[in-house]
């Protein structure tokens, strides 16, 4: 077996690096699935995906180890939680509420199986032996110098492809979070009151007088003039 | 000598399962989007791994694509739930079962 379960014959460091870093990886993935807070869910994300981080700069991935820090941990964590503060869910649940009759259960024993399966398959030789197809990892250069190579050479065409997905991304984003004209009449469900165009609610005489609400552009308040008082 | 691969594997496993128990345990859908990131991120510690134990640079690269394509996911996604969370109060994925505003 050329990859078996042999942690006596790592060095020290090593496997102490290893054990701390799969305990914190562990805990803050228990801490997602339990934590009633969605703002404490995503600080414990952090802490695995840091736990990973270390995982990866003890496999000589330290390129990967530093974007995962930076693009995980410091844009896409970021991004959940100004969600979560946008939306105003940072509050707590009941997990164990709710939800299909014996889901959670079902749930519970899926994830023991798949447990398993993937354990006893990795006990087991899978991989057929073809060795760098894209290139060596044993070469002299420094992974990042490696990465690179790799990626502007053998995986050009992919690397350009990434860029048009994430102008899609963008454009989708912006789409998506635009808000609707609201249509005359339409009241939104659970939308609170409020005037989005400056046009004015029904039934919203201001004291500064009428309020006129056809051919005006959106965001402009057409005010008739005020009575000239005193005027000569 | 350092750690073998199937420790990797195994803890990679480990994560999955945990991420994939808690997609389907939990039903606040941004703590479900938290769980789906679990997933890829124990896929991302599987490349790494075979990379090592293969001697082969294309699993990092795989890792770097993947890194891309969840970070363009959280975005388009996140902004789903807020397009749905502006019509609907609720926070859980049983609020949002019928695909008509």
Redesign the interface.
Known sequence: M??????A???LP??LT?AIA?AV??IG??G??LSRN?VH??LM?VM??FG?AV??V????Q??AA??II??AG??VV??LF??M??G?DRR?Q?FA??LVG??V???I???L??VE??LL??HRW?TG?????????SSSS?VA??GR??FT??LL?FEV?SA??V???I??IV??R?PRRRQGEV????PVVDPDGLGLPGDAGPEGAVAGTGAPDGVRVVSPPEEVGAR | MSIGASWYLVLAAILFTIGAVGLLVRRNVLVMFMCVELMLNAANLTFVSFSRSLNDIGGQVAVFFVLVVAAAEVVVGLGILVAIFRRKSGATADDAHVLKG
């Not at chain 1, 073809?130 to 044993?138: E, F, I, Q, R, T």
């Not at chain 1, 939104?188 to 939308?191: D, S, T, V």
């Open positions: 050329p990859h078996g379960l042999v942690l014959a790592a060095t090593d496997a290893f799969a990886s562990i993935a228990f997602v699935v969605p869910a995503a994300l695995t995906l990973i995982l990866f003890e496999e000589n991935a390129f990967l974007v995962q693009v995980y844009a896409i991004l959940f969600v979560i946008l939306l869910v649940e997990i709710g939800g889901q959670r079902v749930a519970v899926l994830g023991v798949v447990l993937v354990i990795a006990h991989v073809a060795h760098s197809v894209a290139g060596s990892l044993s992974n490696q990465l790799s990626i053998t995986y992919p990434t997905l994430l899609v991304a963008v989708g984003a998506l979070s808000r939104g469900i659970a939308e």
